[in-house]
């Protein structure tokens, strides 16, 4: 199980954690979001001690009912904070949460990002895939629907599990056939799906595994935990170490995360647990 991000190999054969740095002021969790110069260069400086493999950044909120923004103003956030992080993290992998094909094409093209996050799974932007394509990055395809302006109004199915693998089954294929081999899945909880739902999907996860590419589990503080514990997103980092192990068991490969300390030792005694 490996992918190539910035002709590097990645071996996922034990799973890894990527950090989340979002340079927006919106963002659902109050503590991920980092603008200034300082703060971004402390949160990865520790991030990477923390043993994060990459990190991904955000310029545009994706939260239910998030504030639209133009690509110019993702592309000048991205900018600002990607000037940072080349300089004084030249060594370090960058994933980039994008669903517009425009920004994409700049990140990688101005400041040599190896992976795309795409929330939309391509849906969001017809000239995606074929950017992807063209730029040869890796590429977090993720299951949603609508936007994150009318997801939650979308959760109408029959089978939350199979609808998801179908819908990730068929995008893959696209990618394929247009030479795009460096995949990975991420089932999208939380996006167009209830809270009942998004366990459904997280326990019958192996499923996905049919799909043969890696799989990204992005369960860190979201409200699919708060809103059963009855707290709130600064509330729950427990409930986030819970279901980040049980996705460890359902085959996850990517833990995307906001504490990555917390993330990694969880993965440390998954491994433990699992080769013992």
Known sequence: MQIKINNQLIDLSQPRVMG??????????????????????????????????????????????????SAEHEIERLSAALEIIVKRFPDLPVSVDTFRAQVARHVVREFGVGMINDVGGGTLDVEMFETIADLQVAYVLMHMRGTPQNMQTLTGYDNVTSEVLGFLQKRIAQLHLLGVNDVVADPGYGFAKTVEQNYRLLREMPVLKELNV??????????????????????????????????????AAILRVHDVKEAVEAVKLFEMYKTS
């Open 20 to 69: 989340i740095v979002n340079v927006t002021p919106d963002s659902f969790y109050p503590g991920s979001r980092f603008q200034k110069e300082k703060s971004i260069v402390r949160i990865i400086e520790k991030m990477q001690l923390e043993g994060a493999f990459m990190i991904d950044v955000g310029a545009y909120s994706t939260r239910p009912g998030a504030e639209f923004i």
């Open 214 to 251: 890696p799989l990204l589990a992005g369960l860190s503080r979201k409200s699919m935990i708060y809103k059963v514990l009855a707290n709130n997103a600064e509330e729950a980092l427990n409930g986030t170490t819970a279901l980040n192990i049980l996705a460890l068991c359902n085959g």
